[in-house]
């Protein structure tokens, strides 16, 4: 049974399932986050009928994965759902070397456990290390680098903007950056080398902005976007844009909208609650028909616009395991 995208949308409404170890040892490797909503989650990926999906790792679980002659097989209430195969991760998800620089953040965004993580700050050496493995796969189709915020957003810029010049001295694939924008970030990434810029609004919602993402701006967010359009190109500029954290559907869709009349993508991720802010943020993820409801409405929307996620060659929209993207998976 292959997935479509009614059973994606069940996979990622819950979002995690029970695997069995000895199919664990046999990917080649799974990925923990380091970054965002979801960092210091053990998860896996399954392919299956087009469609990817990322599930973290938790025996707790309404879904199991299971052997299912040569593929696996997801199973809910004592039934296969779907069957596939396990993709193995090259740096965070298939396919990418997708690496975090600053494992640490001066910002606390109540959703994201990263400030409390104080995770690992890469130097150079190791980003290389890292996509020069990835690239012995045989695999490596793009390079995206994210990063928290370890000093400044102006510190992460020039860190970035160096490592992609270096990156792009040595690789012909395309090269996607996630950071908090500055005044020169757009400017400065685009002529070291990166072929995509990802700015996130996180919501659209300016209350559940600013209880949220206390000391950033989406105002600030939303003009350096439409000016990373300007410099980066259509269809070369995307936003994370959460679900879960108590806006409506019309707000997501006048966001989407507004984000899209000025050339941008928004990708749509699903809160993934983490045990470290539990008490500080009240989320809910999103049931399988919400996701595809805002999936399929928002890639009415991008066509509108003339935008095509399915263009987009690094970060997530291009690998969609944890997300419904349009124009890929609805």
Known sequence: MEMNAEIKALLVSIGSANIDEELLREITRTTIPSAGPGA???????????HRVRLSINKNSPLKVVRCCSDVAVIKDGKTIVTGKLESALSHCPEQAYLTMSGKCVYDCKFCPVPKLDGEVKVPDKILQLVEEAERTGQLRAISLTSGVEKSPEDEVRKAVEMVK??????????????YPTDTSSEELKEAGATEIKYNVETMDPEIFAKNCPGLSLDYVLKSLEKAVSIFGKNRVSSNFILGLGESDECVIEGVTRLAKIGVIPNLRPISPHPLRKSEVKVQRPSAERLLKLARLTKAVLEEHGLQADLAETMCLTCTGCDITPQRDV
Not at 40 to 50: A, R, T, W, Y
């Open 40 to 50: 210091g989650l053990e998860s896996f990926f399954i392919k299956s009928g087009g």
């Open 166 to 179: 270096t990156l792009r001295a040595r690789y012909s694939v395309p090269i996607g950056v996630s950071v």
